[in-house]
Structures are given as C-alpha cells and as structure tokens.
C-alpha cells in the first residue's frame, strides 16, 4: 500500500496539478509538498505527492554504479 | 531521465549482485519491513540471486494484513447501515471477516465503492447528499497525511456526511517490538522507502543506538533495492552500527514537515493492535477532539472492542518474521489469493500473496 511513482508535473492549479505517469495523465492534489514547478518530478501516492524528486541525488547515484561499472575488478 | 527505467538497468544489477555475492560469507538475517519492498524483491528476483548466507525476512509492513479481525468484522456491521457508502482501497474488499467479506456484502447489494485516492471521498460526499460515506482508512505514516488533508478539506468544505473509519498505524514502534522479540534475530533491516519519506531518517535511530542494528533506507526499483542490500551487509558484517539513506533521490533526513504538520493536526498517537502481534504502545493513530465528528465509530456509536484470528491461520508469526508462508499448513491448499484465509494472502503485498504468486522451491 506504500506503493509510488514518479510523475512529471504539466501543470499547477492551487493545491491541485496534472501529473504524468508513464502515458496517464492524472489530478494529483498536493496539499504535501512546497515550491513545487511545472516540468518537476513529484512521487505520486494514492492520488496526493508526497514528496519532490530530487533530480541532483538521482544523478548523484546512478554516478555511483557507472563507477561500480567503470570500476570493474572481477 | 524518468527515474524509474535507469534505475532497472540490467548491467548495473549484474555487476552489484556479482559485489553483493563477494562482502561477507557469515550469516546474517536482514528484515525488509514494507510490504511494497517484499513485492519488488520478488518480481525483480532479487532472493534468486542472493548470496547462499543472507536470509531475507519479510516484515509486519503491509497494512491491509496487519489490521485486526475484529476491523474487519466492523466495516462489515458498516456496511449493513442504511443509506452508507462504504470507500475502501481495492485490497481490503477480500479480506475475509468472521461471517463474510466486503466482496460478499457487495454482491448482495452493498454500496461498497473502491476509491484510488482517499481524496475521491470529498466529492462522493457533496455529489451523494443523502448518504453518509465511510471511508475505511487504513495505512502507515506514507498514507494517513492523506486522512488527514480529506477531513481538513471536508471541515473547510462544510461537507457533513463524510466519516472515517481509521486504522493508521506507525511504523517504528512495531519495528521495536520485533527487535526486543527474543525468538527473533535479526541483523539489519532494509527500512520502508516511502514511510521514511514522511517521517525522515530519524526516528530508526534507535535501531543502531539502542540495539546495535543497523538500516538501510532504500527505494523500491532493482538497483535501489540491490545497493541497499550491499551497504546494509557492509554494515552488518564490520560490525558498523548506523542508519544509512540510500533513497536520497526522495528521503530527507527530517522527512516531510508539512505532511508532518498535517498529522499533528489532525491525529493523536495511541496504542494500537496489530494483527497476530498484539497490542502495542503508542503505534497507532486516531482523530483528536477538533476532528472526532468525522470518526465513523463515534457516529454510529459503535461500541468497537478488539480480537484477532482467523482458527489454523499462521498470518501473526508470519508477520512477525517467524515461519515463512510455505510452513503454514494451509498456504496453497485452504488458503489461496482466490478463497483467502488471513490477510496475508489477500493484500497485493501480503507476504502470503508475495510467495504464492512468485515462490518456487529455492534450496
């Protein structure tokens, strides 16, 4: 039931956006998060946002396993 | 980049399977407490690929299956009112109660409506005035914000006929309880990505002070949940008590303020009971007196008095990390997703439906 996904915004209305998630476009209310903007990646749960993502930490790790591969020693 | 595609990439998973396989060779039991968790390991195979020494448990964190019996028997007793909606999240409609199920009711004409969001409910309200609506609110600390935010919008909207049936539970406190369990022993946990997201990194802290176990907050794609394991059995195995968040693409260290703030509002803490494990301290939430009006028990004065069980159903050990699914006499044969006996085997992410759907004899 903790299941969410990541959605971009395409637009804003007060406590209330458009996101879309994979091909749906759907009303996400998001009473739960500050400061956010059109084009944003938000972590949608039942129907609200819980959270921003933040697209520097994503890059930050994905960095961590082109190490990893880059980095081979087996 | 999508976040979701990238962090399934199949090269990357091989090369950290190939690094988990080579960190330690002691064993060690990790828990992963969340039910979604529980789900993404099996659908990605991650235990096909494990290293021989390191046992996965599955946790307590699915809400459907940790909700009492005697909850269950209660939104059936709601569902019989006159002129009552009941919205519920698809997961519960099956759960069986002592005489039937939200599905039975429905079928003998109940009007049990399943709801996406618990949002939905305001406008089920203002567009339905001659009923009440309950909502069945279950869910941990990534879902009651959401309670919380409905009642305040009905309070503001002036909407009347919209009530709460809550069973919010929080998930530290469980998390504590497994810990102190002697019978259980566990080395580290792989803590729930999207409750951390609510609540921050913090309040596991006990984990690594008081009990010297660590955690690992961790997202729920492949490579989330494959880095996860790898610091986590890093950490286990140099004896390096702490708490690490590797889901920083979404987890702050303090959590959600504002979804924070709104269950402060909202909600008081109280003692909670949680299915086969029992009675624990301050684990649970339930409206405080600006929002008891919207309580569903209150109004229907509902003298609610709380039981567990389903006879032969093995859902309390499992969720406590005891026996696994295949030791329970009835997994497969009485108990099926189909004709499900405990909770465990209705819910998505059950840990009962999790090795029905996905186990094969792993040796």
Redesign the interface.
């Known amino acids: 039931?903790?299941?969410?996904?990541?959605g971009?915004v395409l637009s804003l209305d007060g406590d209330k956006g458009i996101v879309e998630i994979g091909n749906i476009k759907r009303e996400v209310?998001m009473?739960?998060?500050?400061d956010v903007s059109v084009n944003e990646?938000v972590?949608v749960?039942?129907?609200?946002a819980?959270?921003k993502?933040?697209?520097e930490?994503?890059?930050?790790?994905?960095d961590?396993?082109k190490e990893?591969?880059e980095n081979?020693v087996? | 980049m999508k976040f979701v595609d990238e962090f399934r990439n199949n090269e990357y998973s091989r090369k950290l399977v190939e690094k988990l396989n080579n960190i330690s060779k002691e064993k060690i039991n990790i828990m992963e407490v969340c039910g979604t968790h529980t789900m993404s390991i099996f659908r990605y195979g991650i235990r096909d690929v494990l290293p021989p020494n390191v046992n996965l448990i599955s946790g307590p964190g699915c809400p459907i299956c940790v909700t009492p019996q005697s909850y269950i028997d209660t939104t059936l007793t709601l569902s019989d009112k006159e002129d009552v909606i009941i919205a519920t999240f698809g997961d519960m409609m099956k759960v069986p109660g002592k005489k039937s199920s939200l599905s039975k009711k429905k079928s003998e004409g109940a009007d049990i409506r399943i709801v996406y969001s618990p949002m939905d409910c305001l406008e089920m309200a203002v567009q339905n005035p001659s009923k009440k609506v309950i909502l069945l609110s279950v869910g941990f600390e990534t879902t009651a914000p959401m309670t919380a935010v409905t009642a305040m919008e009905a309070k503001k909207r002036n909407i009347t006929n919209l009530f709460f049936f809550t069973a919010h539970k929080i998930v530290p406190p469980v998390m504590k309880a497994l810990v102190k369990d002697k019978d259980l022993k566990i080395d580290g946990f792989l803590l729930p990505g999207h409750v951390s997201a609510i609540i921050g990194t913090k309040p596991f802290e006990f984990l690594s002070k008081d009990y010297n176990i660590s955690g690992v907050v961790t997202g729920f794609e492949p490579l989330d949940i494959l880095q996860g394991l790898i610091t986590l059995v890093s950490l286990i195995s140099k004896k390096d008590y702490k708490i690490e968040n590797e889901y920083k693409r979404i987890v702050k260290a303090d959590g959600n303020s504002k979804a924070e703030i709104y269950l402060n509002k909202a909600f008081n803490i109280v003692d909670s009971s949680w299915r086969g494990i029992g009675r624990i301290h301050k684990s649970g939430l339930e409206f405080n007196n600006e929002y008891e009006d919207f309580d569903a028990l209150k109004h229907f004065k509902i003298n609610y008095e709380e039981y567990d069980g389903s006879p032969g159903c093995k859902c309390g050990e499992i969720l406590k990390g005891k026996i696994k699914p295949t030791d329970c006499k009835l997994f497969k044969k009485l108990c099926t997703p189909e004709n499900p006996v405990g909770s465990c085997m209705v819910s998505s992410e059950g840990t009962c439906a999790a090795y029905y759907r996905y186990y094969k004899d792993i040796t």
């Open positions: 039931m903790c299941l969410a996904v990541p971009k209310f009473h739960l998060i500050s990646y972590l749960h039942a129907g609200c819980i959270e993502v933040d697209e930490e994503a890059k930050i790790t994905m961590i396993f990893l591969i081979e087996c």
